[in-house]
T-cell receptor, first 112, second 115 residues
Framework: DVKVTQSSRYLVKRTGEKVFLECVQDMDHENMFWYRQDPGLGLRLIYFSYDVKMKEKGDIPEGYSVSREKKERFSLILESASTNQTSMYLC???????????FGQGTRLTVV | AQTVTQSQPEMSVQEAETVTLSCTYDTSESDYYLFWYKQPPSRQMILVIRQEAYKQQNATENRFSVNFQKAAKSFSLKISDSQLGDAAMYFCAYRSANTGNQFYFGTGTSLTVIP
């Protein structure tokens, strides 16, 4: 089975902190994604990566950056956390552009 | 950007009955893929069913089936013989076969199963 693992299920951080959310997949997938999930808004794409060191902005990249140094790992970075970044963050990966996405278990981030 | 609309924020169904969740999408493309995902309270999103736009036949997976109407840009999910474990948030998603790599998700439908 494909496994997508996010480093934390729950995180509490202070305003202004630099926050790292890590995601690892074990199936050699080219594509990896970071989504933000908020009630009533569905899933909104922050960034995606279609190969190592390649990244593209999604719909809401402001305040975020990403890193993909190895194929299996895709990190989301909140440069200076703010309270409006309190949300559920979902990582996903897919094998190729036509394939379905496999998701991690999500990280509930609270910024205080 | 493509848009995916789920017009039913909440639905409920009696156990063992059938329920249909609606999804419409807006695209000018002819080649794409559609998905239904389930997110139970445990939060892990799992794939329920997928449909390739070039296939006329509706996809089925056990108790789950879709009604894919390409001209109407409609992609509904039917759950037959509903079970308590079907209670979850359901998301419809679109992925282009040609442009970009991202998925476009609807806002979700929360399904309650009444015992």
């Amino acid at each position: 089975d494909v496994k997508v693992t996010q480093s934390s299920r729950y995180l509490v951080k202070r305003t202004g902190e630099k926050v790292f959310l890590e995601c690892v997949q074990d199936m050699d997938h080219e594509n990896m994604f970071w989504y933000r999930q908020d009630p009533g808004l569905g899933l909104r794409l922050i960034y995606f990566s279609y190969d190592v060191k390649m990244k593209e902005k999604g719909d809401i990249p402001e305040g975020y950056s990403v890193s993909r140094e190895k194929k299996e790992r895709f990190s989301l970075i909140l440069e200076s956390a703010s309270t409006n970044q309190t949300s559920m963050y979902l990582c996903a990966s897919s094998l190729y552009r036509y394939a379905e996405a496999f998701f991690g278990q999500g990280t509930r981030l609270t910024v205080v | 950007a493509q848009t995916v609309t789920q017009s039913q924020p909440e639905m409920s169904v009696q156990e063992a009955e059938t329920v249909t969740l609606s999804c419409t999408y807006d695209t000018s493309e002819s080649d794409y893929y559609l998905f239904w995902y389930k997110q139970p309270p445990s939060r892990q999103m799992i794939l329920v069913i997928r449909q390739e736009a070039y296939k006329q036949q509706n996809a089925t997976e056990n108790r789950f089936s879709v009604n894919f109407q390409k001209a109407a840009k409609s992609f509904s999910l039917k759950i037959s013989d509903s079970q308590l474990g079907d209670a979850a948030m359901y998301f419809c998603a679109y992925r282009s076969a040609n442009t970009g790599n991202q998925f476009y998700f609807g806002t979700g439908t929360s399904l309650t199963v009444i015992p």
